[in-house]
């Protein structure tokens, strides 16, 4: 009986620090003997000591392969991965993502099991490093951080709009296309997006999870924001709507702060409204830090500020793109192009 053909793709640029790591908890993944495996490292010219582990991970796995991404973007990644060797079925891994051991076996079941569902990923264990990547993870990690229904804050398997290191059986590609290169961010969502229009689900599998290394400083998390809000108007130009109605939340709060003080001169009344407002997200925002930083002082200033910095710098960067994109009907900025990778 002919094995099952799963390729795994793995988007790369300067990850020395824990490519190595994810690489081993792939080839470690229960069930290996019943499928033939490809794992595809796509680097983009990594300059800081990945290649140099990447040549001695082949020498220890003789199917692992290393793929040349000189434009060095996601999408194109992912494009050059899916389009290196024929497979049945594909998974996407990102380089700080480190699969549990069932991952790779259960996606697969759930797949096969369940025509109707064409995508599926599991649960973000959040790992941190130093005490700002703690926090950081904890607030990415809620639903006042990142919104009711937001995959990364799931603890119950179910339908979702997206997740991440995601599988796909080769159909899906077939039908739908690949990944738009145009895209440097949310290419994701616009692929799964494409992928529930054109009749296909995606499943969340809380029995499968994946350790994932978190930024480590306030400054890279809120480049990241910035950019997902940005490219997140992009997507909604190409598609001429909105793929969710959470985004919409963030950029809404930036115009109420921006609002605020001409609030305060039109009459009493709009005043005590929009400072009850502000009360009424300071409240919140307190009250989520207290229960999530374990009634740690320094942790529960650091969440309420991470909180502020995500919904902030999403927010600007969902107007910055409704600027560029639907007003002025610019291409992307070339700043924003550059990931905070």
């Known amino acids: 009986m002919e094995k099952m053909k799963i390729s795994v793709v793995i988007p790369c640029r300067n990850e020395a620090k824990h490519i190595e790591e994810c690489i081993d908890a792939i080839y470690s993944s229960d069930g290996l003997q019943e499928v033939e495996l490809n794992v595809f490292v796509v680097d983009g010219m990594s300059d800081d000591g990945t290649r140099e ?33 024929n497979f049945d079925y594909l998974l996407i891994v990102g380089a700080r993502h480190i699969l549990s051991p069932n991952y790779l076996g259960l996606c697969l ?23 700002k990547s703690w926090i950081i993870s ?31 059986p080769k159909h899906v590609f077939e039908r739908i296309g690949l990944f738009d290169e145009k895209l440097k961010r949310n290419q994701d969502d616009d692929f799964n997006y494409r992928l529930t229009k054109a009749g296909g689900k995606i499943w969340f599998s809380s029995e499968i999870s994946l350790k994932y290394y978190v930024r480590s400083t306030f400054k890279q998390a809120s480049r990241q924001f910035f950019q997902y809000g940005y490219w997140k108007v992009f997507v909604n130009r190409k ?24 609030f305060m001169y039109v009459s009493i009344y709009s005043c005590i409204i929009s400072l009850s407002l502000l009360g009424l997200y300071a409240g919140l925002n307190l009250l989520f830090s207290v229960i999530h930083g374990e009634f740690n002082p320094k942790r529960i200033i650091g969440m309420a500020w991470t909180y502020f910095i995500i919904h902030l710098s999403y927010g600007f960067g969902y107007l910055r793109g409704i600027l560029d994109f639907i007003i002025l009907r610019r291409n992307p900025s070339q700043q924003q192009q550059v990931l905070t990778r």
Not at 69 to 75: D, L, M, R, S, Y
Not at 109 to 131: A, P
Not at 240 to 261: A, E, G
Request: a positive charge; one cysteine or more.
């Open 109 to 131: 079941k759930t797949l096969i099991d369940h025509s109707d569902i064409w995508c599926v990923g599991g649960q973000l264990k959040y790992e941190f490093t130093t005490e």
């Open 53 to 85: 582990i990447l040549q001695r991970q082949m020498t220890k796995y003789n199917n692992l392969h290393c793929i040349d991404n000189k434009a060095q973007t996601t999408p194109n990644a992912f494009n050059l991965g899916i389009n290196a060797v």
């Open 239 to 262: 598609h001429k709507r909105i793929t969710s109605m959470r985004q919409l939340i963030p950029p809404f709060f930036v115009l109420f702060l921006l609002m605020i003080p001409l």
């Open 138 to 168: 904890k607030a990415m990690s809620t639903a006042f951080g990142m919104g009711i229904g937001n995959f990364r804050t799931l603890d119950k398997s179910g339908y979702t709009d997206t997740v991440t290191s995601p599988m796909y």
